[in-house]
T-cell receptor, first 115, second 114 residues
Framework: AQSVTQLDSQVPVFEEAPVELRCNYSSSVSVYLFWYVQYPNQGLQLLLKYLSGSTLVKGINGFEAEFNKSQTSFHLRKPSVHISDTAEYFCAVTRASTGANNLFFGTGTRLTVIP | DTGVSQDPRHKITKRGQNVTFRCDPISEHNRLYWYRQTLGQGPEFLTYFQNEAQLEKSRLLSDRFSAERPKGSFSTLEIQRTEQGDSAMYLC????????????FGQGTRLTVV
């Protein structure tokens, strides 16, 4: 089975500062990795995904993530955050072989951007 | 098409009652997924359909939970004899078939069992 650990439940950061949200996964098979964002009273929105190829993945809203197989990590980064980035961020994993998209999510990291 | 639609957005029910939620996926999407999200947790996968076939249901939380997608379009999730522990947000997502496809999520149905 696959699982995801998000090490930080809450991350406060000042506006225009960089941020890193950490994600580690566990799986005995190849996986696909995702980051989703959830704004208050809205559905989950895909930020970026890693399927194969380059380990540095760029997503929407200036976010990027790096897949590190040896450390089983997929940390999310942004060089300069904005107030509008305040939201809940979820890392998710699925088996690469199935393509079924039944995602296994972490518990989430609440990013709060302080003016 | 405005995306994945879920109805109702909110549901309050008394313990022991049955509830049914509806999900309308994006029209060309043949895969449909149900998740449950409790407070402070990430979404938890429950079941999914490929067209009208339910291909994974082992993660449904108990035999009180059932889902259908009779014509391969909209889906319903039913919870029988609701319990207070069923209070959660129930999310639906849909995607095209294939490996490299994105799952699009609805805004969810928030269930409160009193």
């Amino acid at each position: 089975a696959q699982s995801v650990t998000q090490l930080d439940s809450q991350v406060p950061v000042f506006e225009e500062a960089p941020v890193e949200l950490r994600c580690n996964y566990s799986s005995s098979v190849s996986v696909y990795l995702f980051w989703y964002v959830q704004y208050p009273n809205q559905g989950l929105q895909l930020l970026l995904k890693y399927l194969s190829g380059s380990t540095l993945v760029k997503g929407i809203n200036g976010f990027e993530a790096e897949f590190n197989k040896s450390q089983t990590s997929f940390h999310l980064r942004k060089p300069s955050v904005h107030i509008s980035d305040t939201a809940e961020y979820f890392c998710a994993v699925t088996r690469a072989s199935t393509g079924a998209n039944n995602l296994f999510f972490g518990t989430g990291t609440r990013l709060t951007v302080i003016p | 098409d405005t995306g994945v639609s879920q109805d109702p957005r909110h549901k309050i029910t008394k313990r022991g009652q049955n509830v049914t939620f509806r999900c309308d996926p994006i029209s060309e999407h043949n895969r449909l997924y149900w998740y449950r999200q409790t407070l402070g947790q990430g979404p938890e996968f429950l079941t999914y359909f490929q067209n009208e076939a339910q291909l994974e249901k082992s993660r449904l939380l108990s035999d009180r939970f059932s889902a259908e997608r009779p014509k391969g379009s909209f889906s319903t999730l039913e919870i029988q004899r609701t319990e207070q522990g069923d209070s959660a947000m129930y999310l639906c997502a849909s995607s095209l078939g294939g490996v490299n496809t994105e799952a699009f999520f609805g805004q969810g149905t928030r269930l409160t069992v009193v």
